[in-house]
């Protein structure tokens, strides 16, 4: 399934405070998912403050980025709507800004400046009481940067475990039954007549997920019920 992608708030990262934007009026959003659904497409959006969340789900969006501002009516909205949407924070971009950015100009100064050290705090208020309340969140997000490259998406998990308080078992749900459910795919989950897409890993990931970080160290990788490693 296709989608389209519309930020619906700004970026403290883009300019101070501007997280708390609107990128787009609600009749421009609601024209922008009128066409989308008609053609069936998905809608995804980027998130932060608490009026883009509401936004988002008054008019379908399938997934929603970040969600950093989110208050208690945006929580129980977002409740309200957990079999119908889903919502990532991205934290991987996070913390490489906060901790692994310096050679890239992004000094913790400028990090701090960016906002990240003050979002991530709140995240970690947040994702924990939306995974108490049922709402599918999922890894994954803003990879492709120079100081967050794509390949290194697997530690998101640790950092769900490490920053948000999930178990190893709840991280790797997260990142393959509703990775799966998210997609609409028969993936994600073991069972017959669904895609076999299963990493074989050394060590047990449901007691330390970091195992899951090195490709190279995985020891066999099956894409659709064939062997390519």
């Known amino acids: 399934m296709d989608s389209i992608k519309l930020l619906l708030s700004g970026d403290d990262a883009f300019a101070e405070g501007a997280s708390q934007n609107l990128t787009y009026t609600e009749k421009e959003v ?20 608490a009026e883009s969340v509401k936004i ?11 969600c950093s501002h989110a208050d208690e009516e ?3 909205l977002l409740e309200a709507k957990k079999d119908e949407i889903f919502v990532a924070p991205a934290v991987g971009l996070r913390y490489a800004r906060m901790y692994e950015a310096e050679a890239f100009g992004v000094t ?15 995240m970690q208020k947040l994702y924990p009481e939306m995974r108490r309340r049922g709402i599918r969140v999922l890894p994954g997000g803003d990879y492709g940067f120079p100081y967050n490259p794509v390949g290194r998406n697997a530690r998101d998990l640790e950092l769900f475990v490490k920053l948000f308080g999930y178990t190893e078992k709840e991280a790797l749900v997260a990142s393959t039954k509703l990775g799966g459910e998210l997609m609409g795919l028969p993936v994600g989950v073991i069972q017959p ?9 050394p060590g047990d990931p449901t007691q330390d997920v970091t195992v899951l970080q090195e490709p190279r160290r995985l020891l066999r990788i099956m894409k659709d019920g064939r062997f390519i490693k």
Do not use: C, P
Not at 56 to 66: E, V
Not at 108 to 122: H, I, L, P, Q, T
């Open 30 to 49: 609601a024209a922008a998912a009128n066409e989308a659904h008609a053609r069936g497409l998905w809608l995804s959006g980027h998130a932060q403050s």
């Open 56 to 66: 988002g789900l008054r008019h379908g969006f399938r997934i929603l980025y970040h």
């Open 74 to 76: 945006t929580l129980d």
């Open 108 to 122: 913790r100064e400028v990090a701090e400046k960016m906002g990240v050290f003050a979002e991530v705090e709140r």
């Open 193 to 201: 007549g669904w895609l076999a897409d299963l990493l074989l890993a």
